[in-house]
């Protein structure tokens, strides 16, 4: 789960790792990012829900419930909330791959990722709120959720071979996706072509807009203090 790669990667544990991209915002001195890879979206993200009982302008003061797996998508949260809405709830950490429905023990909204959030669908009276919708709906920008980030005293020899064999992965996927999603999804208990798709609705090219994105995130971040706030990506020249 993203947040036990993070921790692999400060620790020195791991040299390069697709992390949460605010990880980066966090480690600017340390590390440095893969060119031309991401995992992100240009609008929903499908992934990454806020399920609630109220309006999300009703929150303020209320109990929000956050993952401990994930880094990116909480901060992404706060920001939306804070600084979009202006609301400041009271937040809550929960293990989302618990039976326990947050919800039920109080909290008015509770933030879930990855195929947990894929596979949720909310009882009556609850709505889902996509983060990636909401992103891009408020700056027109893409959002990286996670960027491969690499620690600086790595071996510079192979970290430029894994950037090209990644680079080379993405026209292989789209090549073999169907196959992959027909492998892959009952491990994640859905049906292969709800994965494909959410596979398709994926962006995995850091190009510019991306960064900007990117960028205007840790910008915001900085603002609710989640990250010192910086102003230039290093991206390796490989």
């Not at 789960?1 to 605010?22: E, F, Q």
């Amino acid at each position: 789960m993203p947040s036990r790669l993070n921790a692999a990667l400060a620790s020195g544990a791991i040299d390069v790792a697709p992390c949460s991209s605010i990880e980066f915002a966090r480690h600017a001195d340390e590390y440095s990012i893969l060119p031309g890879l991401a995992i992100g979206s240009a609008g929903a993200v499908q992934s990454i829900l806020l399920e609630s009982t109220v309006p999300l302008d009703e929150l303020d003061g209320a109990t929000v419930a956050i993952p401990t797996a994930s880094a990116t998508s909480v901060v992404l949260l706060r920001v939306l909330l804070e600084l979009r809405t202006g609301v400041r709830p009271r937040y809550q950490w929960f293990d989302q791959a618990g039976d326990d429905d947050p919800l039920t023990d109080g909290a008015a909204a509770a933030l879930r990722i990855g195929d947990i959030a894929l596979r949720r669908i909310p009882p009556p009276g609850r709505t889902a709120t996509d983060l990636g919708a909401e992103w891009w709906d408020w700056t027109g920008l893409p959002f990286a959720f996670a960027v491969w980030q690499v620690r600086r005293d790595a071996d510079a020899a192979e970290t430029s071979r894994l950037a090209g064999l990644l680079r080379e992965s993405l026209p292989w996927f789209e090549t073999h996706a169907a196959d992959l999603a027909t492998r892959y999804a009952p491990g994640f208990g859905l049906a292969s072509d709800r994965l494909l798709r959410y596979w398709h609705s994926l962006r995995f090219d850091l190009d510019l807009p991306m960064q900007q994105g990117l960028l205007h995130f840790y910008d915001l971040a900085s603002r609710i203090d989640e990250a010192p706030r910086i102003t230039s990506l290093d991206i390796l020249d490989l």
